[in-house]
């Protein structure tokens, strides 16, 4: 036995076999695993334990063909041919059980490329609920390669999946397939595709056997959950559920948070003698930090659903349902899965439009893309709610803060529809595109695939909470920090000195303390380079009625949005007591109050805010994701451009009509 692998095998299969449960069920990798075509988006590597020694798995996105009609099947194309490394120098092909002509059909073209082939039979028991019944050895008999029947979510069958395997390698022979072409033009292919289909109906004589059933619990669902009226109105009852369970599941885990983070920020903060040091960790490290991590139980609740919905089968029908919508604005349903995915972040969304094989569908939807509302705008959402929206249940019912979340998810959506249609219009295309989408059986969500997207979702979270939201919250207390003039220090520790020499008891003496504080850092923060940058470019952001503090946090978040509520904590929570415990940054921003003493937040100016950072495009790495898949800057400038002139305008208007009814 080699310490290393010894050969490398490709692991494919058809969009929704199970292949990437498979894959990391062989190499125990945490890969993303959804129950919807287009979900991994590139090829990924692990190691395969096998009787004979290790050997490297890859798994290539899911794919129909090897005609490469879309990006995601170029990939295959490019790996199985050699261009892009080493060609592989077996397959594991996993084919489903309830549709085997359908996988056949791309097993037909595997297998011409004649390397050493097992196939994997998965999903029996769907088959068999569907009066389908797969005779593994007869098929395999048919076919001329072992045909090993699993049940990958499971992980039934691996064992001898990797024992057939071993097998095929030591013996060397490559498999034979029916020999046709792969693509051909016009009549040509027409020719081959016809048989291609004819060698996946012989294959299957005699290893396939159908009985009657009634009508499958599946088709029973979807008669409610696909109807134009009544499915549109379950989504919206379901997304309408999540967003209320963001509130009410994640409150008192983000209180235990709070009070956590300000513990531990008194706790380090105390032997600290006062000086630049003590300034920095409070305002700059605990605020910025630790007034994100609070957000991390919300984050998690959202992941939650997303996961479930996606393993269990509902994100296929969402996009069924949306391709009646889409078709009006020159998209498909095939654009919403990538839209669906970007509520949880951008760049996976903008990944999986390589599904897409029409270039300018796939354009548009990366262009429109991150209009939806990440996570990463979770925490500014919740954060202004809090501090100036009471949570009032609206009928008895639904918390008013959960129908404001819902309503800002669902503008991004909205606007993303005369948006798509623009720009299809600008582009001179024709109809819509066929919209084909296999619609899976509905399963119970497994735990442990749940369990895997939601931690890494939010160790990802974290580890941005403690890198770019770090590095920024520091610039920002920097510049709010300087300059410091010798004769405005000097002022300040006179004052200081005066009341030191006061006759008062200990407790008014520590109030009067706190309170000369205050008033010495907000001069120091008003006399600081942050607040020449602000009131510079004030004028700007002054019809969304901004304070220049606001406008400073909101510009330092142009690079990860995520990093907004940190700059709020190193700006408003720079004037908390010595101890760190400021009451938490909703509180501060409550109090805040601009030079004139008028309050800096408003509702009006919250919502403003709310509604500027769910249109706006502060987000450096979704950004360079448009660049790298559009091929071009221009895109990413564009997106970036027409994003924030959509947010100042619609900040705008958001902040005069909150105003005209009394909110501001």
């Given at each position: 036995m080699t310490d290393g692998p010894r050969f490398r095998a490709a692991l494919a299969g058809n969009p929704n076999v199970g292949k990437t449960t498979l894959f990391n069920a062989l190499t125990g990798l945490n890969q993303r695993t959804g129950n919807y075509p287009g979900v991994t988006v590139h090829w990924h590597a692990g190691t395969w334990n096998i009787p004979g020694g290790p050997i490297e798995l890859l798994d290539l996105p899911g794919s129909y063909s090897l005609a490469a009609r879309s990006p995601d099947e170029a990939v295959v194309q490019r790996l199985l041919s050699g261009q892009?490394?080493?060609?592989?120098?077996?397959?594991?092909?996993?084919?489903?059980?309830?549709?085997?002509?359908?996988?056949?059909?791309?097993?037909?073209?595997?297998?011409?490329?004649?390397?050493?082939?097992?196939?994997?039979?998965?999903?029996?028991?769907?088959?068999?609920?569907?009066g389908l019944k797969v005779d593994a050895a007869a098929l395999a008999r048919s076919l001329g390669v072992p045909v090993v029947p699993i049940l990958a979510h499971k992980r039934e069958g691996l064992a001898a999946l990797g024992e057939a395997m071993e097998r095929v390698v030591a013996d060397k022979r490559g498999a034979v397939g029916p020999g046709l072409p792969v693509d051909g033009p016009g009549a040509a292919e027409a020719a081959t595709i016809r048989g291609r289909y004819e060698w996946a109906r012989m294959r299957l004589v005699g290893a396939i056997t159908?009985?009657?059933?009634?009508?499958?619990?599946?088709?029973?669902?979807?008669?409610?959950?696909?109807?134009?009226?009544?499915?549109?109105?379950?989504?919206?009852?379901?997304?309408?559920?999540?967003?209320?369970?963001?509130?009410a599941w994640s409150q008192p885990v983000m209180d235990l948070l709070d009070a956590f983070v300000r513990w531990g920020g008194a706790k380090i903060l105390a032997p600290l003698p006062a000086g630049m040091l003590k300034d920095l960790l409070s305002a700059g490290v605990i605020a910025g930090v630790g007034s994100v991590l609070v957000f991390l139980p919300q984050i998690a609740v959202l992941f939650i659903f997303i996961a479930i919905l996606e393993d269990c089968g509902y994100m296929a029908r969402s996009a069924f349902l949306m391709d009646r919508i889409f078709a009006r604005i020159g998209l498909s349903g095939r654009s919403f899965i990538p839209l669906l995915s970007s509520f949880a972040c951008a760049v996976p969304g903008i990944l999986a439009t390589r599904t897409i094989s029409d270039r300018r569908e796939r354009l548009t939807t990366m262009l429109v893309a991150p209009l939806m509302s990440c996570s990463a705008r979770l925490p500014i959402y919740t954060i202004l709610m809090a501090a100036f929206l009471p949570s009032r249940r609206i009928f008895g019912l639904v918390d008013q803060r959960a129908l404001l979340l819902l309503g800002l998810y669902g503008m991004g959506l909205l606007l993303a529809v005369p948006v798509a249609w623009a720009l299809r219009k600008r582009m001179h295309t024709g109809p819509a595109p066929l919209f084909i989408i296999e619609l899976p059986g509905y399963k119970w969500p497994e735990p442990r695939t749940v369990f895997r997207r939601v931690w890494e979702q939010c160790r990802e979270f974290v580890t941005n909470a403690g890198t770019i939201i770090l590095a920024v919250a520091v610039v920002v207390w920097a510049l709010g920090a300087f300059p410091r003039p010798q004769p405005l220090l000097d002022r300040f520790a006179a004052d200081r000195a005066a009341l030191a020499s006061r006759t008062v008891d200990s407790g008014t003496m520590a109030a009067q303390r706190d309170e000369l504080l205050r008033v010495q850092q907000a001069e120091l923060l008003r006399q600081s380079y942050l607040a020449r940058m602000g009131r510079a470019i004030g004028p700007v952001f002054e019809p969304l009625g901004w304070d220049w503090r606001v406008t400073m946090a909101a510009l330092a978040s142009f690079p990860a949005r995520e990093v907004v509520v940190g700059s709020l904590g190193a700006i408003f929570n720079a004037n908390g007591d010595e101890e760190g415990e400021s009451g938490g940054l909703r509180d501060a921003l409550a109090k805040a109050r601009r030079?004139?003493?008028?309050?800096?937040?408003?509702?009006?100016?919250?919502?403003?805010?709310?509604?500027?950072?769910?249109?706006?495009?502060?987000?450096?790495?979704?950004?360079?994701v448009i660049r790298r898949e559009s091929g071009h800057w221009g895109w990413a400038a564009f997106t970036f451009s027409y994003m924030t002139l959509l947010a100042w305008f619609g900040g705008a208007l958001t902040y005069h009509l909150a105003v005209a009814f009394g909110l501001g």
């Open positions: 892009d490394g080493p060609r592989p120098e077996a397959l594991l092909v996993i084919i489903d059980a309830s549709n085997p002509e359908r996988n056949l059909y791309f097993l037909s073209q595997l297998m011409d490329l004649g390397l050493p082939t097992v196939v994997a039979l998965n999903m029996g028991d769907v088959a068999e609920s569907k159908r009985s009657e059933v009634g009508i499958s619990f599946s088709d029973r669902v979807d008669k409610v959950l696909t109807h134009r009226v009544w499915g549109l109105l379950v989504m919206i009852l379901v997304m309408g559920m999540i967003f209320q369970s963001i509130y030079d004139d003493g008028k309050p800096v937040f408003t509702l009006a100016v919250a919502l403003s805010l709310m509604v500027f950072f769910a249109l706006c495009a502060q987000c450096a790495s979704t950004l360079a």
